[in-house]
């Protein structure tokens, strides 16, 4: 048995992203979730299962009761932050498919603009997959503590192996602000060029301002529902033709430095089974939302996933691939880089809007939609598909 | 909380590690039964499954893997010593592990090349595993 085809996005809704939204996240969730229910024509009554990040401060139980859901017969959390946005939807498909669930809610709200940052020990939110040990705090006492760091590491090495240069990076920032710039909600929209780029202030040298994610307060929710419901309802549905996840060898959280090969990521294991399942190829791919929390993971993730050879990543952005009429136009919203960092929640939403045909930079006709997850931590894809 | 948050580095599985480092050893985890070394520490050999380990001394002989230089914004305990390199080495037993740079700047360091354990103290005090060029 497969999940394929099973199940599929038919309602999706976000607030406006801020730098202080002015509201607690548990407000925000069911702000975004009543619009989500709303864009579907569904009610909070057909809700009958749940999924969320671990890392969500907001339990299920507190959203049911606010919304009215008579009974949640599913629910269920994924963790690693970023890593586990896709494996959040692909579980909802997964529990519908095994006729667990027939109408499941999918939500993420987070104030990582005003409410504090994990890394400093100032935010409400823990991940509980990773409570006890702390992984992405292995090396404190050298002041190694920030994900751009974790991140800088792993790219100084993959540049030096591959031959690719801060300038490549630079080109993965001018697409997505790019994108961006027609985006009224996206956070970032004044054009940059990669002299902008190189000239921005080290974080962590390797990498720079240019090369990270927003600090976003934000808020989105997803609805996927069985095959057979949605197609009576209000959108298009966007079916999930295959979904998986990805952990790889010996993983340690952002820290995953301590595996062979040295840069292969958790994403090279989530793209075979997510290929495999879809039977499909990246070249049947026209549109892609790939994890952006720092430059260097879209790199990583044109190789894992199978639109270049390694060290073809670099000629691929420079030419303007990512960009629309380019090869593989890619996080088509403006992405965690440009619109905003909800933990991938928006590139799920925006992989949605390219097989209705809604996007703001809409590639035309496109039947196929890739989403990815941050690729840093275990991981998950997911491949959405049109009628 | 923040400063808290400077020695909250992996729990128990650690603490032999932190010690070594606190009398000027690298020592790492090996298994007693089938011998591979382990780094990050944990209960259980992934080789052949043995919970039987030692924390057995290392050569201090690496070669750097990478390296970032840490900017702001940092931890209150390291806002004076801003820009810092930190390293990724591999150590002759096949094990990697992380540390900062002594003896020399992060505009020394060259991929690849070989590197020696030394100790020098993390700004809460403790004598901790560093790193030097050979």
Known sequence: ??????????????????????????VTALEAAKLALEDAGLRPSDVDGMMKWSIQVTSENAIARALGVPNLRFFGEVGYGGGGG?????????????????????????????GGRPWAGTSRERDQSA??????????????????????????????????????????????????????????????????HERSRFISDP?????????TDGAAAVIVVAADLARDLKQKPAYIMAASQGMG??????????????????????????????????????????????????????????????????????????????????????????????HGINLIIEATRQIRGTSLNQVPGAKLSLVTSGNMVPTGALLLRGD | MADDFVRRTGGADWIPYWEAGRRRELRFQRCTDCGLWRH??????????????????????????????????????????VPFPVVLVECEEGVRTMGGVVGATAADLRMDMPMVVDFAPSPDGDLVPQWRPA
């Open chain 1, 86 to 114: 896709c494996g959040v939807v692909g579980h909802a498909a997964a529990g519908i498919a095994a006729g667990m669930a027939r109408c499941v809610l999918v939500y993420r709200s987070r104030n990582r603009g005003s």
């Open chain 1, 131 to 196: 409570a006890d040990t702390n992984e992405t705090a292995l090396f404190a006492p050298y002041g190694f503590v920030r994900p751009v760091d974790q991140v800088a590491m792993f790219a100084r090495r993959f540049l030096h192996e591959r031959g690719y240069t801060t300038r490549h990076l630079g080109w993965i920032a001018v697409a997505m602000r790019r994108h961006a710039s027609n985006n009224p909600i996206a956070m970032m929209r004044e054009p940059i060029t990669v002299e902008d």
């Open chain 1, 1 to 26: 048995m497969s999940l394929r085809d099973k199940a599929a996005i038919v309602g999706v809704g976000q607030l406006p992203f801020a730098k202080d939204i002015g509201r607690s996240e548990d």
């Open chain 1, 207 to 215: 990498l720079r301002l240019l090369d990270c994610c927003l600090e």
């Open chain 2, 40 to 81: 990050p520490p944990g209960p259980m050999c992934p080789r052949c499954t043995s919970m039987r380990s030692e924390w057995a001394r290392a050569s201090g002989r690496a070669r750097l893997v990478s390296w970032v230089v840490v900017h702001p914004p940092v931890l209150p305990a390291w806002k004076e010593r």
């Open chain 1, 249 to 342: 060898p010996r993983n340690v959280t952002m820290n995953n430095f301590f595996k062979d090969p040295l840069l292969e990521s958790p994403g090279a294991y989530a793209a075979r089974d997510l290929w495999r399942m879809a039977g499909v190829s990246p070249r049947d791919v026209p549109v892609a939302q790939l994890y952006d929390a720092f430059t260097p993971l879209v790199l990583g993730s044109l190789e894992e996933y199978g639109f270049c050879k390694a060290g073809e990543a670099g000629d691929f952005v420079s030419d303007h691939g990512l960009e629309i009429g380019g090869r593989l136009p890619t996080n088509t919203s403006g992405g965690s880089l440009s619109e905003a960092y909800v």
